[in-house]
């Protein structure tokens, strides 16, 4: 067994036939089939299977692929310190849902952590994307969230995936408008006055076989709903139909603030607990010790 076997096996599973995998990564598609073919008499296991309309990633095939990303990651991780020609430089990487906090702690570390060269990585991703990173180490850090509608959910994903949670603060539940808004004046709105205006809210459409929001009330029936996975446009949406978003107040990205968008207590509770993750049994970098640092400078939980 060997990487590009690896590699090539996670294309195929992201593609929608042989054929297509084989374009993506420049090989024919018999040299392909022939690769697959080899590896599945080595692991003696069957991973996909050829349908009429393409390809079928089988059960075991599911369970291998996901051992797969976890070597190539690592190979990648390797390959990245200690073969690429520039040994010198640090690495750190950290995936979040969207907390301004988060940026400013690694905005203060990448001030404090004196190195000449460096290649950084902030990943502004979906709730089961940042699990992905973490346990498969293309992330140290991940920053996360969880409301009482999901944390049974994401506490056995925790577990599953060999993840420790540390928890920070919590957050009641607020709405965002733009300042024109015809409630933007409110002091307090409940879900029956915005009943007639669009809530837009992060997709967080993905293979997880969960829902795992990102936000409050992620279980909540809404009238009207538009999902976009795009903070611009979610912005622009707000803004040119008296749309309105739910989050967490004053951990809103600072600078839609100043923009004119305005924050709004909800009636409606649901709070959410904020905190980062880690791999179990892994040993942080210094680099990643540091952010964690920073990260508790805000934790406001015993």
Not at 62 to 70: G, S, T
Not at 261 to 273: G, H, R
């Amino acid at each position: 067994m060997t990487i590009l076997q690896l590699k090539y096996a996670i294309t195929i599973a992201n593609s929608g036939s042989f054929r297509e995998a084989a374009s993506k990564l420049f090989v024919s598609q018999p040299a392909l089939s022939t690769t697959m073919k080899e590896l599945e008499e080595e692991i003696g296991i069957q991973l996909f299977e050829r349908t009429n309309k393409g390809i079928r990633v089988t059960k075991s095939g599911e369970d291998f692929i996901i051992y797969a990303k976890e070597a190539v990651s690592q190979y990648k991780i390797i390959e990245d310190r200690f073969i690429d020609k520039d040994k010198n430089k640090s690495h750190f990487s950290v995936s979040m849902q969207h907390y301004v906090f988060a940026v400013h702690a690694f905005s203060s570390v990448v001030k404090k952590y004196k190195t000449e060269k460096y290649v950084y990585a902030v990943r502004e991703t979906q709730t089961d994307k940042v699990l992905d990173d973490v346990r498969d180490l293309k992330s140290e850090v991940g920053i996360i969230s969880y409301s009482k509608n999901n944390v049974k959910v994401m506490k056995k994903l925790f577990r599953d995936y060999g993840l420790k949670f540390e928890a920070l603060l919590i957050r009641e539940t607020y709405v965002y408008v733009w300042k024109e808004h015809p409630l933007a004046d409110m002091d307090e709105l409940s879900l029956n006055d915005l009943t007639q205006y669009p809530c837009v809210s992060f997709d967080q459409n993905s293979d997880n076989e969960f829902y795992l929001s990102e936000e409050a009330l992620g279980d909540y029936d809404f009238t009207k709903l538009i999902k976009t996975s795009d903070r611009a446009t979610s912005a622009e949406l707000m803004t040119s139909l008296n749309g309105y978003s739910i989050g967490t107040g004053n951990m809103v990205d600072s600078q839609a603030l100043k923009e004119g968008f305005i924050a709004i207590k909800l009636k409606e509770e649901d709070p959410l607990t904020i905190g980062y993750i880690v791999k179990m049994n892994h040993k942080l970098s210094d680099i990643a010790e540091q952010y964690i640092r920073e990260l508790l400078k805000y934790k406001e939980l015993k």
